[in-house]
Structure formats: C-alpha cells, structure tokens
C-alpha cells in the first residue's frame, strides 16, 4: 500500500473520515459526498471562457466550459487493467469488477478517481462521469503540482491541476481535474469534504489562475 493510501488507512481509523469502498467504473457519488466540511463561506470562480496561457490546460478548460463530459473524456488518458471476479480489499484501490460477459481477467481502459476512496472510471463511463461529478462547479484556480508531493497518477510529475468549486448542501466543495505534463487528464478527486482551497494547498506549485479573494 503507498504511502498515499497508508495515510488514508490512519485517517479512517481516527475517525477522521468515511473510507468509501473503491467502486466499478461508472458508480459514482454525489460531488458532495462526505459532508462534513466547513459551512458554504462562498466560491468566487472564474467566467466561463477563462485561460492560463497553456495550449495543453486551455484545451482542458474549453472542453469543460462545452459542457460536454465527451470532450473530457477524449482527453484522457485510459490506463489498460484486468478485470475481476473476485472480491478486492476494500481499503486498496480495488480492479474492476468484470461485467456480465466478461471472463476474469479481461482488459479493459480505466482512468482513476478519488472521493472518499479511490476506484476506477471505464472508458465508456468517463464522459457521464465528468458531467455528473462537475455538476454545478465554475473553475476555481489552476497550477502546475509541486515537486514536493508524492508523485502518481493523482499527482503527476510536471502535471497540472485545475480546480472547480462550488456549493452542496450548505457546503463548499471541490472537484479536481489532474493532468499530466502533455496535458492529459490522468485522474479526477471529489468530495470527502475537500474545500476549492484545500485542494489548492494540497497540491499546488506555480499557480496559473489564483484563487480570488472574496470580495
């Protein structure tokens, strides 16, 4: 288990948060999963048509401004693993489950996620995924991620991230695309009770669109 995941173990035990089992491609939870963050302070986002100045990330930011969770998708990139059959530990980020039809084993295209847990988004599923996750969220901030993380497909060497944040049931939320350094969506992180500005300080580096100030 990485040391990502170790922390995620310590946490749950503490009591600190709800570990939600990783999940088939496709399921997935209401942006505000996790409540219990801190009370709506409002979001202050960026228009809709916003840029960095980065080709690779502005083309990520058009493709959400188009509402089209399609275009997300086809700027992803899929990673091949096995499905299975068979039971996973709940506490590691778990193979997809095979579908009917599908003898364990089978290969099939996945990209990461992460609410409270970590699971995996089928290829076929992505562009639902991003419409559903992303709902009502504007663009928060975006940077480049920091050397001094732990580096994986949730943060990726010489990648981006790009933020989005709004309001669920009295709470404000973030939703994160992660991108690596051509500009490829490599995962995605919801919910769990992460604020716009935590995922900010998580992760950020060299910021390309700043968080704005509350007026």
């Known amino acids: 288990m ?5 922390k995620l173990l310590v946490a749950v035990l503490g009591g600190m948060l709800l570990l939600v089992p990783a999940r088939e491609a496709g399921s997935t939870a209401s942006a505000g999963e996790g409540a219990g963050g801190r009370p709506a302070a409002g979001v202050v986002t960026y228009p809709a048509g916003t840029h960095t100045g980065l080709v690779r990330v502005d083309r990520v930011l058009d493709a959400f401004d188009s509402g089209r969770g399609v275009r997300l998708a086809d700027l992803t990139r899929y990673i091949t693993v096995r499905c299975t059959t068979k039971p996973g530990n709940p506490l590691d980020i778990q193979r997809p489950k095979c579908r009917r039809g599908e003898p364990n084993a089978t290969p099939v295209e996945v990209f990461l996620a992460s609410g409270c847990g970590g699971f995996y988004i089928r290829r076929g599923a992505a562009p639902g995924a991003f419409r559903k996750i992303f709902a009502g969220r504007a663009l928060y901030a975006a940077f480049r991620i920091r050397d001094d993380v732990e580096h994986d497909a949730f943060a990726p060497r010489g990648g981006f991230g790009i933020v989005y944040g709004g309001t669920s049931d009295g709470y404000d939320f973030a939703s994160t695309l992660v991108l690596n350094g051509a500009g490829k969506i490599t ?15 998580a992760l950020a580096g060299e910021l390309l669109l700043a968080p704005k100030a509350q007026p």
Request: glycine letters at 10%; aromatic letters at 10%.
């Open 187 to 201: 995962a995605l992180k919801y919910g769990c009770s992460e604020t716009p500005a935590g995922a900010v300080d």
């Open 2 to 6: 990485s040391r990502r995941w170790s």
